[in-house]
């Protein structure tokens, strides 16, 4: 699973992505909890809705996803940079 991207989506379709490095994922009431490469436990309260595994990667759709609910090391995708042809 290392190497594997896990994605993060509420209801507004805003999606987080999670450090590369996951060895191991647990579910619990309310809360999903990753474990690291480098032995760490990464805890994020969510109400799971729906999980999905795709080329992509694993993505978790959740009830509500407050970005300031999230541990550092879950970072935001950030929309890349498109040129204008002029």
């Known amino acids: 699973m290392v190497g594997t991207e ?3 989506r509420d209801q507004r379709d805003e999606e ?3 450090a590369e490095g ?3 994922i647990e579910f619990r009431e309310g809360e999903i909890i990753f474990q690291t490469v480098l032995g760490e436990e990464i805890r994020v309260k969510a ?3 729906r999980s999905l595994l795709t080329e ?3 993505i978790f759709e959740v009830a ?3 970005p300031s609910a999230l541990p550092q090391r879950i970072v935001p995708v950030q929309p890349e940079a498109t ?3 002029r």
Do not use: A, N, P, R
């Open 6 to 8: 896990i994605w993060l």
């Open 16 to 18: 987080k992505i999670l």
């Open 22 to 24: 996951v060895t191991k």
């Open 47 to 49: 109400d799971i809705q």
């Open 56 to 58: 992509q990667g694993f």
């Open 64 to 66: 509500c996803l407050d």
């Open 83 to 85: 040129e204008v042809s």
